[in-house]
């Protein structure tokens, strides 16, 4: 996987996709390449590593045409390199494809393809296809072949080819990997993800799974697996360039940190309505009748999602009286779990295309239970194979590490362990009111965060050399800690590790020493005396100790080394404050590193395999 662009027009090609391509770059990649056709010849160039190296060789040596595809790699089978970069071609050199995806059958089709004559180049999987569609294609034309191809396809993909045979289209097809259809004039455009497309047109379609798309510059038409032409309108999406740009931020990471108060303003005033019911989701068509009789939740999601479903688990329990699981997509989905018919599952998702969340709602619905899905994307495969969808409205996050997507899930979960609870009659009006009155203060909380930042910054400098961390909190901050944990491994390759304070003294406690930092989350509330008792514990063992506290608390002062102040709100909306420091605490820590914020090695944005 990571980024798939296509043209067909009358521009020339290679900017086109070399623009689209440096859209995609915040997916994260490790190489990057492109195919073209120009005066009937199908050209191949790529190269590994950052894309301006590509970009500077195609300056010396361009390709042409008004047809082409590009990719950048995030590697599956086969290390980050010239060969195992995308486009792969056939045997002949005359057809060209890119592949999201993993192809699990790969190995068989490889076998039998070598048996029949056919040789391979690159170790991936990703090369198969090109053959499969060159065998099929020695008694079929294009289109015939590339759907013969993609029915011997086991596993993910998104697959866009172009062929010397036929130099005037394009076909794409996808089945558990993303693609989306660019639609302009007298041009049109395939590929992963709106950004790589968004300078060109906003005219859209959303290809759905097990179907293909023939492209030509002046028509698009769109089969079944089986052959049979299907209608798809376009949709207008209203998202702008700029929504795409860093403006006077040095990294999109900091800039979407200092998004996070816009963002959580923009929920509130579109989901809070009138007194007795204050919170009213505009994409919840699930009834309120089928809502008021759910009697369990499972929240599933991956990472930073994960995180946040945890916090959901806590709030809609204590809210709501219900019981709630949060459970890994990865773990979820191979589990085989009791769901009951009063099961409502959450699938929580930045992207709305993380593969084994995917997954975990297919299984969910094989089993007749109802999927709410939370995302930011609501054309994405999550939303549109829920039930029910709530948006998150976060907009565009570019910075592989998730920030403004993780406080707008956190924001979205608070309002809706309120409306469920007040479905279920869970709880008294004026719970409500004062639940709504602290989730109203956020927005300006947050911006007094934001003013710290230099603060937080030379706490920064202070710990950067470290060579580990840890990150302790309890109650509906352990999950604060995780996130934390995440944000500074993800960007600063530092280890470390998020526990529930409660837990450490059983055997994780043994880290401590004079050189390893402890950033503990210690806001005023129920459990604040527990927790200071942790930190005594590591003081104790020569541990140094960060404490992210409440404003005010002069106690925290005498015992640990460093305090970084939150304002102070009601404990259960804490987490969304807490976060802040701890994510401009990463972002700082990376930056004096050295490392690529943005762009954080090994990963990716959007996890659409496995």
């Known amino acids: 996987m990571c980024g798939i662009v ?29 195919a073209t056709i120009s005066n009937g010849e199908l050209s191949v160039f790529k190269r590994a590593g950052k894309l301006k190296i590509l970009d500077t060789a195609l300056k010396q040596e361009p390709l042409g045409g008004n047809i082409g595809i590009g990719h950048t790699r995030w590697a599956t089978h086969g290390e980050p390199n010239e060969i195992n970069a995308h486009p792969h071609t056939d045997c002949s050199g005359k057809i060209a494809i890119v592949h999201n995806g993993i192809i699990e059958n790969y190995i068989q089709l490889k076998e039998n393809l070598i048996k029949e004559g056919h040789i391979f180049q690159s170790e991936t999987d990703s090369e198969v296809i090109a053959h499969l569609i060159e065998k099929n294609t020695a008694n079929k034309n294009f289109e015939e072949g590339t759907l013969a191809a993609f029915k011997e396809l086991k596993g993910a993909y998104a697959v866009v080819a172009i062929s010397e045979a036929e ?246 979960l608070y309002l809706f362990a309120i409306y469920f609870s007040r479905l279920k009659w869970a709880i008294h009006q004026e719970q409500m009111d004062q639940a709504i009155a602290e989730i109203l203060k956020a927005p300006d909380l947050i911006k007094k965060i934001l003013q710290n930042n230099s603060a937080i910054e030379k706490c920064a400098e202070q710990y950067c050399n470290a060579k580990q961390f840890v990150f302790l909190g309890r109650g509906v901050n352990y999950p604060t800690a995780l996130e934390g944990a995440l944000k500074l491994k993800e960007i600063s390759y530092i280890h470390a590790t998020g526990y529930p304070a409660g837990e450490f003294k059983h055997g994780p406690i043994a880290l401590i020493d004079e050189n390893t930092p402890v950033i503990a989350i210690i806001p005023k509330g129920e459990i604040y005396p527990k927790m200071f008792s942790n930190i005594l514990e590591v003081r104790a063992r020569k541990g140094k100790v960060i404490a992210i506290a409440t404003e005010g608390d002069e106690d925290i002062k005498n015992i640990a080394n460093n305090v970084i102040y939150i304002p102070e709100i009601d404990e259960d909306l804490s987490p969304l404050l807490a976060v802040i420091p701890l994510q401009l605490f990463a972002y700082h820590v990376a930056v004096k590193k050295g490392c690529d914020v943005d762009k954080p090695r090994n990963l990716a944005k959007s996890v659409t395999v496995e």
Not at 6 to 34: H, P, Q, T
Not at 186 to 197: G, M, Q, R, T
Not at 231 to 237: G, M, N, T
């Open 167 to 412: 130099p005037d289209k394009i076909i794409a097809g996808r089945k558990g990997s993303p693609l989306i259809i660019g639609v302009g004039k007298e041009e049109n455009f395939v590929a992963s993800d709106l950004s790589a497309i968004l300078t060109h047109t906003n005219e859209i379609v959303f290809l759905n799974e097990d179907e293909i798309a023939v492209i030509s510059n002046s028509k698009i038409k769109f089969l079944n697996l089986d052959g049979v032409e299907v209608e798809h309108p376009s949709q207008r999406i209203e998202m702008k360039v700029t929504d795409y740009s860093k403006g006077e931020y040095s990294h999109f990471m900091l800039k979407e940190i200092y998004e996070q108060s816009e963002v959580i303003d923009r929920i509130i005033q579109t989901y809070f309505c009138e007194r007795n019911l204050p919170v009213k989701f505009g994409g919840l068509t699930l009834g309120r009748e089928y809502l008021a009789k759910v009697g369990k939740i499972i929240i599933q999601a991956c990472g930073t999602s994960w995180h946040a479903g945890l916090i959901g688990k806590f709030l809609l329990e204590k809210y709501s009286k219900i019981h709630t699981e949060a459970d890994i997509s990865s773990e979820f989905r191979y589990r085989n779990p009791v769901l009951e018919g009063d099961t409502l599952l959450i699938a929580i998702s930045q992207s709305g295309e993380t593969a084994d969340t995917l997954a975990g709602i297919r299984q969910a619905k094989s089993k007749f239970i109802k999927v709410l899905s939370i995302c930011n994307v609501l054309g994405s495969s999550i939303a549109r194979e829920s039930d029910s969808n709530i948006e998150l409205m976060a907009g565009p996050e570019i910075g592989v590490a998730s920030t403004k997507a993780y406080t707008a899930e956190l924001t979205i």
């Open 6 to 34: 296509g043209y067909i027009g009358k521009k020339f090609v290679d900017s086109v996709l070399l623009v689209g391509l440096e859209r995609l770059e915040y997916r994260g990649y490790d190489s990057a390449g492109i």
